[in-house]
Antibody
């Protein structure tokens, strides 16, 4: 069964850092593009970042560019999101999602349950 | 950036009746090279992650009931629930994947009248 399990969320002060993890099972992470999508409390979905399955290209929303870094560990079959210089507006549930194919220009066919990040003093 | 605009923001439909959700993109998401619309629909129930319903504007995901259908091309798209069931109460989102940043519509909340 294809499954994604996020972890690493929590409460952090403004300006702090967190690293989110997304453990994949049932498929080979490196064969697909992977993405992070967030949802602020009571709000809609916002795409955050993506990692191409082919060539390893990375893509970011302007709102997180320069602060967040997406990466993957093929040996662990795990996707990461390093979040630095966190702001209150980064407070959200962060979902990891598998994309249909290797290219980032794709839809998200499998989603994890999400991990909650709260940025507050 | 491609802006996705959904309408209405919410709608209440009687059980067994039709629900129609619209999604408009600020530029075409149709690739003429393969004649495909890079448009997906997701369903999100309370406390759950989104679930893919439809890709390529009209291709229903395996296991999705056939009362869900997607249509449209270019910049205008529609998700139709032909006969609303109680389990369809959710927020529905459209998403374009024709270019980065990938963008979602604001969502449409579907309730029972």
């Amino acid at each position: 069964e294809v499954q994604l399990v996020e972890s690493g969320g929590g409460l952090v002060q403004p300006g702090g850092s967190l690293r989110l993890s997304c453990a994949a099972s049932g498929f080979t992470l490196s064969s697909y593009a992977m993405t992070w999508v967030r949802q602020a409390p009571g709000k809609g979905l916002e795409w955050v970042s993506a990692f191409s399955g082919s060539g390893g290209g990375t893509y970011y929303a302007d709102s997180v560019k320069g602060r967040f870094t997406i990466s993957r560990d093929n040996s662990e079959n795990t996707l990461y999101l390093q979040m630095n210089s966190l702001r209150a507006e980064d407070t959200a549930i962060y979902y990891c999602a598998k994309m249909y194919q290797q290219l980032v220009l794709n839809y998200m066919d499998v989603w994890g349950k999400g991990t909650t990040v709260t940025v507050s003093s | 950036d491609i802006v996705m605009t959904q309408s209405p923001d919410s709608l209440a439909v009687s059980l067994g009746e039709r629900a129609t959700i619209n999604c408009k993109s600020s530029q075409s998401v149709l690739y003429y090279s393969n004649n495909k619309n890079y448009l997906a629909w997701y369903q999100q129930k309370p406390g759950q992650p989104p679930k893919l319903l439809i890709s390529w504007a009209s291709a229903r995901e395996s296991g999705v009931p056939d009362r869900f259908s997607g249509s449209g091309s270019g910049t205008d798209f529609t998700l139709t629930i032909s006969s609303l069931q109680a389990e369809d109460v959710a927020i529905y989102y459209c998403q374009q994947y024709s270019g980065t940043p990938l963008t979602f519509g604001g969502g449409t909340k579907v309730e029972i009248k």
